[in-house]
């Protein structure tokens, strides 16, 4: 304890509260940049980038080149199962995607065969080609199943065009002798 002139001691002993006053906050750091900092962490992130911009692009590109499957599959949900109003929508579709001169003339079987060879089916055989058919030139009943066929084949059909199978339509050779 030490005395003070006027003869009272004076505590100097320092306290816990006196030595946090004195404690002098540490300087902040700088701030840590996210920007990549090697050349290698650069380069991937440019072959990324581009990679990424890339693939943006195919996506819009398919996005646009199947708006007419869009519109197809919105008219078809209005048509309410008229097999008239399916021949007519699937025509459409077909023109949109395909030349001209190779389906506007297609009619009869030659028509459900050329569905059927540009889609993974056969829905087109049988009942329901024949409702499709039919439907283009006189009134039907509604049928559902031309409805579900029409939708898979707007959803999943090729843009190239198959050509028939080889043979397809025509006979085998007959050996030289038979009759």
Known sequence: ???????????????????????????????????????LAKTLLAILSVFAIYLIWRAFRHYRKNAYRRAALKALRTVQDDPGEI????????????PRQRVAGLTGADWLAFLNRQYPGDAFNGETGEALLRGAYKKCAPNAALTAAAHRWIRTHKTEIQSPPTGAGTTAPQPEGSP
């Open 87 to 98: 021949a007519e929508l699937l025509r459409r579709t077909a023109l949109a995607v395909y």
């Open 1 to 39: 304890m030490a005395q003070t002139d006027s003869g009272t001691t004076a505590n100097t002993e320092t306290t816990l509260p006196d030595l946090i006053a004195q404690l002098v906050p540490p300087p902040v750091p700088e701030a840590i940049s996210l920007w990549p900092q090697t050349p």
